[in-house]
């Protein structure tokens, strides 16, 4: 069998039924993702969030290890780094919001622990406005060491992971998908770039479509992982306001830029600036 303790980090997030509330739980149990597979169902019974059936269906969900070991596999020929909850390089930032994801997957060389990070959101479809905008704030961003976040989607996304290139800053895209595809085909350029300048990233395994469910993950990560969130360019009922609100709960600094009161593009921005968050 492949991978060690790897293995069975792998394959905790494969439990069906465990989350990653409850994975922490047992890690903080059971002292490591090994020794959860092999204890028995009494000391299971003893842990906050496992109930009679849980404790049931982990003890009888061993069959996992098959799925991790390919995963493992995956991991290894792709040169791959993974990093878990206890792992120093796991975003620290990130480690104390309590979803957080138990493990990441990533490829780069960018510091996810950088003394500065920004994350950077915004509509898909900006205007001049909200392109000059960005462009600006990036360029004078240039010679500050900060790691720039954001989600590599259309629009303010990949135009903020662009300008970052261009201005010496790495830059981390985090997708939500996993690192054996890239979504949308037409940034693959740019992310193998960003590899070299920065590093992609995302807490789902090989074969994962990105589903819209999956996005939340990938906004709850950009959120988590910034010092200070920067909402471009959005409708009153853009996906960005929802990282943004995201990062608000997690008590970070979260900044708008202003728009006209008759733009649609900018209502969202607005908005929360009138709504003081």
Known sequence: M??????????????EGVGDVVAKNLLAY????EEIFKANKAHLLKIPGVGEGLAKAIISQQHVLKAAEKEVRF???????????????YPQRLKYCSDSPVLLYYKGNADLNAEKIVAIVGTRQPTDYGREQTEK??????????????GLAYGIDVLAHKKALENDLDTVGVVAHGLD????????????????????????????????????????????????????ESKRDGGSLITATIA???????FAFPGKSTDIMSEGCNGFIKSNK
């Open 2 to 15: 492949v991978g060690g303790e790897l293995l069975y980090q792998v394959g905790l997030t494969l439990l």
């Open 30 to 33: 059971c002292g490591n993702a």
């Open 75 to 89: 991991i290894e020929e792709n040169n791959i780094e993974t990093l878990f909850f206890t792992n120093e390089k």
């Open 137 to 150: 704030l990036v360029n004078e961003l240039r010679g500050s060491g900060i790691l720039v976040v954001s």
């Open 181 to 232: 595809r890239m979504y949308p085909q037409t940034h693959t350029s740019i992310a193998m770039k960003m590899q070299k300048q920065g590093g992609i990233l995302t807490d789902f395994r090989s074969g994962t479509n990105p589903d819209a469910v999956n996005f939340p993950n990938r906004n709850l990560i950009v959120a988590g992982m910034c010092d200070a969130l920067i909402v471009m």
């Open 248 to 254: 608000n709960s997690y008590n970070k600094d979260v």
